[in-house]
């Protein structure tokens, strides 16, 4: 593959689908891609392309759809950003290894409900990395929905769902909320600003380590379903004041 350089500027796009391995796309300055039709802006299908200092626009409000899918291996975005989404801002749909690191803007839905997430590995992802990025919004977040292996590092997100199994470690970050239906998650450094959920009721959870220096302010909550079976719990502190 080759690398295609973008110039200072804003760019207008849709539907790209890109099918090469190895290509590098890499802004020069301040550099918008904003959608200009329904549908994702960019499908990445070929693997170990790399994505560096580009920010993404989903125009949410004019155009529908996800701003960037990865259906590839060995992804990176390095210094990117994604924002106004009116689905995801990036959606990994499959492949393995895909590394999310730093910004140079936020990652952000423009949904605003329950299920509106600015980040979704949904298809294996087995050692996905999330590397200090920022969202906007407590009702945004990272969605891990499939057997997958990750790492969230760093980070400021509103929600942190976990759903499927899999084996998620969460260090050095801010989190608003925190739901776990899967399985082998590590927290350790975290704050956490609202709750964590562990369920719902009667769900089978392989291992949570939860370390002390992971803390939730006084009046947050940390909550376990009715007859939630774990293999493993390890539970050294839920927060800092108050009760559990």
Partial sequence: GKAVVFPTGVYSAAGIVSTKP?????????????KSANGPIWTV?????????????????SYTGHNLVVDASNCTLINCGSRNAAGRAVLSLSGDNLRIIGTCDIYQTADQSSS??????????????????????HAGGILFDSATTASVIGCQVGKL????????????????????????????????ASGVTIGPGGVTIGGIQW????VLPGGATFNVGENVRFSTLHLESAQDTGAV
């Fill in 116 to 137: 509106g997430y600015d980040i979704e590995i949904a298809g294996g992802g087995v050692y996905s990395r999330i590397i200090s990025i920022t969202t906007s919004q």
């Fill in 45 to 61: 299908q070929g693997r170990e392309c790399l994505f560096e200092r580009i920010k993404f626009n989903g125009m949410a409000g």
């Fill in 22 to 34: 190895d290509q590098q796309f890499i802004a020069i300055g301040d550099v918008w891609i904003n």
């Fill in 211 to 214: 370390s002390s220096s992971s």
């Fill in 161 to 192: 769902d976990v759903i499927n199994e899999g084996s998620v470690f969460v260090s050095a970050s801010r989190i608003h909320t925190i739901s776990i239906a899967g399985s082998n998650c590590t927290f350790s450094g975290n704050a956490i």
